[in-house]
């Protein structure tokens, strides 16, 4: 996967080619080809995406011949995301070349791949055709540097996945990393080889990217989605070529974002990020792998659990996205038993629980305390992740009649009643399902407000975490976007506020609390030694607390955030109500700090 976060995208230009040579490779294959020529005609990119939208849930497959080595070179193990092996150990390409040798994944088949993907309720796979060390996982004639001619393999595992996915009715898709590869003295990306000096990307785009992807899209019939990545300092002209290439070849098939340049059908996001708030316009797409590594690594087992997944694809589904997870088979073609059983078991609460999944759109709603919602017309799903302590459900902002309401795979209708602008439902002792208890309310006229921005805090849960996201800003505070990761590659994300750098500069949040009595509240930041020993001051109904600021250490894209949770005081809340709760430096100077969120927790 990238190691840098790329995403962008804007409204489609177009859809001629503009090279000339791309121009002679089509006519020649749509020539040889007859049944590529036989293609609709592009319906509008609504229509293109409605499938994606209702999808939800895709698996991304990261295969090459990284797979093989399994993150460890000469002795050293790599930990963190093992496709960018080549380039983190800086393996010469004609060493890395000789690995091809080995690559005879016989244990691959295509057909349970499928059925792993199909039991787990996935609607679309998309794989790796090329990573960025440049090995294609099928037979190219425009590279020698492939999985049949380079390998004992000698087979197109393209093909028959391609098949098989069909055969069962899944989406495919093909990844291809257009601007990097690595084993190229071209195309971008290898320094320890090929000096920057005199390298032509326009001779590799035309001698080997622009081919294959015209044999990715006339070989293998339709093909749903094509996953272009780390488009870096790729021409605008470069990138409308290759999105112009695709439109031409197959018209309905989608373009991600990753194309660089403002192009593409889709949005994706960071990896591992999920927007605060969704802002392109466009379909979008969360993508995650489910361990530490995009590419099999023979020594990570820290996958994310089978109720992590679900939470995942129940909040990615909640602001109207897509969740793609990725899975790293090894060498020999396995995947993972670790995410094969996962995997099964969200299947099965799929199965259950799917419609309120499949084919929703979001839900307007500032966090809730318990969990998310979706929607359809005339069926609203609350997606219950934690149970209130007094079983007592609290749903803000739901009018209109109000037909049933009942546990999606129950027909025992549950007590609720309306309680000002708010439907309080009556839950039982337990929640029937630990992942994810969905509960459908039926009304014969949806009406679901988007809520004032009054986040819920009620001694009937733990801590509520406030999102700068979330928050409203003023004076000289911006929201804006941390981003750093752990192991190499393994992205971490969260939204904060710079320039908190004077009494003017504020960021707030509307408490709408429940219930009288003391509430802790910390901070959780980091802080540099130029804004450490400022003071702050955090005031909640009247109520104003001072700290000051320490520091925690510099925040680097390339480790760990420095993060502390400092405990500021607490608060007597007297009266339920809505109290602002705001945080501003007391005095003018650096920034007060980099905050990822507020904590505020009910205290006895």
């Not at 962008?8 to 177009?14: A, D, P, V």
């Not at 996001?269 to 590419?295: C, M, Q, R």
């Not at 960021?507 to 802080?527: F, H």
Request: some cysteine; charged content about 20%; glycine content about 8%.
């Amino acid at each position: 996967m990238n190691a840098v976060h790329f995403a962008g995208l804007g409204e489609r230009l177009g859809s001629r080619l503009r090279a000339p040579l791309g121009l002679l490779i089509l006519l020649f294959l749509l020539a040889a080809n007859p049944a590529a020529a036989d293609t609709k005609p592009a319906g509008s990119r609504e229509d293109q995406g409605a499938w994606f939208q209702d999808a939800r849930f895709g698996l991304f497959i990261h295969w090459g011949l990284y797979s093989q080595i399994g993150g460890e070179w000469q002795g050293k193990r790599y930990y963190g995301i093992t496709e960018w092996l080549m380039r983190r150990a800086k393996i010469p390409a004609a060493d890395y070349a000789l690995s091809a040798k080995d690559f005879n994944p016989t244990d691959f088949d295509a057909k349970a791949w499928v059925r792993t993907a199909k039991a787990a309720g996935i609607k679309y796979i998309v794989i790796t055709a090329k990573h960025h060390d440049g090995f294609a996982m099928y037979g190219s004639k425009a590279s020698a540097f492939n999985i049949v001619d380079a390998t004992p393999f000698k087979r197109d595992p393209l093909r028959e996945l391609a098949d098989a996915a069909r055969a069962e009715g899944l989406k495919i898709g093909f990844y291809y990393s257009q601007f990097q590869d690595w084993s190229d003295p071209n195309a971008e990306g290898n320094d320890w080889d090929f000096p920057a000096q005199g390298r032509q990307f326009s001779e590799y785009l035309h001698r080997k990217a622009i081919p294959q992807i015209t044999e990715l899209l006339t070989r293998y019939g339709p093909i749903s989605v094509i996953w272009f990545d780390t488009p870096q300092e790729i021409s605008k002209a470069d990138s409308q070529k290759l999105y112009d290439l695709v439109k031409q070849l197959q018209p309905d098939c989608l373009v991600s974002s990753r194309i660089g340049n403002g192009l593409g059908d889709f949005t994706t996001y960071g990896d591992a990020e999920i927007p605060a708030k969704p802002s392109s316009g466009l379909p979008w797409e969360a993508i995650f792998t489910h361990n530490d590594s995009w590419g099999y690594s023979s020594f990570d087992t820290h996958f994310k659990s089978s109720t992590e997944l679900v939470h995942l694809l129940a909040t990615v589904a909640s602001k109207g996205g897509n969740m793609m997870l990725n899975v790293g088979p090894d060498g020999a073609g396995r995947m993972p038993q670790g995410s094969v059983t996962r995997l099964a078991r969200v299947g099965e609460w799929l199965k259950r629980n799917g419609r309120s999944i499949y084919g929703t759109s979001a839900v307007s709603y500032w966090p809730l305390p318990w969990g998310v919602m979706t929607q359809r017309p005339g069926e609203l799903y609350l997606h219950v992740l934690e149970r209130p302590r007094d079983g007592q459900l609290i749903v803000p902002g739901v009018k209109g009649r109000i037909d049933s309401m009942r546990y999606l795979n129950s027909t025992t209708a549950l007590k609720w009643r309306q309680q000002g602008d708010d439907i309080v439902v009556s839950l039982p002792a337990s929640l029937p399902d630990p992942m994810d208890s969905v509960i459908v309310v039926k009304q014969s006229s949806v009406a679901v407000d988007a809520v004032p921005h009054e986040i819920m805090i009620s001694r009937q849960y733990g801590l509520t975490a406030l999102s700068p996201a979330t928050a409203s800003l003023s004076g000289s505070a911006k929201a804006s976007v941390v981003q750093y990761y752990h192991y190499f590659g393994d992205w971490k994300y969260f939204d904060t506020v710079t320039g908190l750098n004077n009494p003017e500069s504020t960021v707030s949040w509307r408490l709408r609390v429940l219930e009288p009595g003391d509430y802790r509240i910390d901070i959780e930041y980091t802080a540099d030694d130029e804004s450490a020993g400022q003071e702050g001051l955090v005031t909640v109904a009247d109520q104003q607390l001072r700290f000051q600021t320490l520091e925690t250490g510099k925040t680097v894209e390339s480790r760990p955030a420095p993060l502390f949770v400092h405990a500021i005081g607490v608060v007597t809340i007297k009266t339920p109500g809505v109290y602002p709760l705001t945080i501003r430096p007391a005095q003018t100077g650096h920034s007060l700090f980099t905050i990822k969120q507020a904590l505020v927790t009910p205290s006895d």
